[in-house]
């Protein structure tokens, strides 16, 4: 526990922008602050990060800022700090609290407790302690003696969230664990996952005891929901499978050349106020939470206003195993443990490519101390293919350019799995989130020979179980203010008839509004468009409002029963948009308090049952999309990425194509295998057939459809 001294000297803070994340002056500050408010108690630090400020402040502030008017005179919103942490009385007994600290003055300024049957998300002492106590425990002891194990064997404990409890139990906070066996091995990366043991050890987390251990099913198809149907020799089918290069079984590729990005002239962002990145036309500042990790605010492109705010709010991982206690293996990785807390310090030439900007993190650990986690967001440019092309076939002459993007990037590593997440901007006006999920699947233990339907068998005595990864996404909309509709587009037929649809090839575009706050799902039948729209704003040329669109993914949603805890734990897992009116710090699809709910409490779906008034106002965007895992034998030991893509696009929001104006640059290091030449230069100035001569006019024999296409001058046709 921290000590519990008098004040310290509070620091000057230097005047930062309402955006930024605090600095390890300002954590320090509000963890004094708490100390100071709380000096009868002990503290446990769970989070200290920046208060966004409510948005009718910050928004004129902002606006401010892009009319070039701020001075020192311009009122700033208060530069607070949100402090969420336990007070521990003699008892043991924890207390959820929250406090705001404004840190101009060093002061405490708000409290909140927490909902009785709230739990805030594990800390990293938490899962440490939870090794600890394992190891201590000697109900833990006796049961892995149970199972005989040669002295080859260590034993490796991943550490989990407890899901939704059991309705018996009525301590207040609990950690889980899945218990491996690991052969021993000088090299510490040897891969434990391919020993999975039968049991799962529950930690009252505030005694810090084992209270109790879970046996698990190991049986097959044949044995249904039974228990006890394994050989006494648990681990004797089980293979070790490694993936780390030094201890592969079989040899790396030697034909594998280098592909090297390089910017010699370096890359065309700047960063400046470590937040604000600038880029082409765009104009962005990059926040950081440790729930979210990077945050996009305040995004312009070429001036306009495009976004307020654009998160990850949630993502939650339910397993469809019905044996028990398997129904409490579901972990919501935002809520339960925090993407920001969970996110890898990135390798420069690994995880991201070319000329890179790093951004680092302020956390503090359970005393409140902070530190600074190197390199947690990474941002650099990359090359996605053709952007947009034509070749006019009646000259041969092709114009073309690449599309490049600007990549924000994380990457969070959760015991077996990592997520990789971008937000990436195009030169067009479009951003993507994009989730990539790879790292090792979970897997339990089987019996010998036989197989399960809920999982594959990915090596012998490894079942990797079924599951789900679903995840939100919050879309906060300024698309030419904040004033906007929410409208669905969707494209039907029309029936044959000789009044409007003589020949049947007729079709209609149905469109519309969104008047109430609402929950809509994809329909790729009638491929359903959803349009944030500035109906007050119309577009010159095509006489329809100004708007950004997007098609909601028809993957699959919550396969869990409606009236199980698992599903009403997560609700926002039930459609793939919901729409709703902004309210200040209603930021997490499944609520505030994931960890250990049995019911989504705050999330989107109470949001949805006010039934308010969204057409014309401040709204807000949630988008659901999932991957049903039922994992393969390539998924072992390490599972290639599954990538999902959401794609955010103009939609009458330009009067012409945005990307008109980029160059066509041609690669000067591209050539053609088995020649001597170098490419052609078939970006602005050459030809995709034939080959250019020094006066620049094309050579080479044209294509067989371009046979005999010209151009005929008016006058020969009007008779001249």
Known sequence: MPSLNGAATVPKVATRHPLEQLSVDEVEIA??????????????????YAVEPAKAQLVKFLNAEHAGTLSPDTPRPPRQARVQYDTISEDRSHELLESIVDLTSGKEVELRKAPTVAQTALIKDEFVEFTEVCVKSEKFKQAIQEFNLDDKYEIAIDPWPCGGPNPDDVEPRYTQGLIYAKLKHENPDTNHYGFPLPIIPVMDTFKKEIIRIDRLATGGTEDGLA?????????????????????????????LKPLNVSQPDGPSFTVSDDSLIEWQKWRFRVGFTPR?????????????????????????????????????????????????RAANNLELGCDCLGVIKYLDAVLVDSEGKPSVSKNVVCIHEQDNGIGWKHT??????????????????????????????????????GITVETRATGMVSVVNIDPGKTSPWGNVVSPGALAQNHQHIFAIRVDPAIDGHENTIITEESLPIPMNPKT???????????????????????????????IANTNKINPISQRPVAYKFTPMPTQLMLADPQSIVAKRAAFAQHHVWVTKYKDEELFAAGEFTNQSQLEIGGVADAVARNEDVENNDVVVWNVFGLTHNPRVEDWPVMPVEIHQFHLRPADFFDRNPA???PGQKNISSVEVGRNGSAADCCHNGATNGTESANGTVQGEPTSHRQGSVAVPVEQLNGH
């Open 31 to 48: 963890r004094q602050a708490v100390l100071d408010a709380r000096k009868t108690f002990g503290v446990l630090f769970r989070n200290i």
């Open 227 to 255: 228990y006890g149907t394994g050989p006494k020799d648990i681990l004797g089918h089980c293979k070790p499978v490694e993936y780390v290069p030094e201890l592969l079984d079989t040899p790396l590729r030697t034909d």
């Open 292 to 340: 979210e990790c990077a945050v996009l605010h305040d995004v312009h492109y070429d001036g306009r206003s495009v976004l307020y705010r654009l998160s990850l709010s949630e993502m939650t991982v339910p397993y469809g195993d019905p044996r028990p206690p398997f129904h409490r293996k579901q972990a919501f990785d935002f809520g339960d443990v925090g993407a920001g």
């Open 392 to 429: 006019n076939f009646r000259t041969n002459r092709a114009v073309v350019t690449r599309s490049r993007e600007l990549v924000v990037q994380f990457i969070i590593t959760l015991a077996n799995y990592e997520y990789i997440f971008a937000y990436k901007l195009d030169q067009a006006g």
């Open 501 to 531: 649809n003589p020949w049947g090839n007729g079709y209609e575009i149905v469109r519309k509004p969104v008047t109430k706050s609402t929950a809509i799902h994809a329909s790729p039948f009638t491929n359903l468009n959803v349009k």
């Open 660 to 662: 008109l104006d980029v």
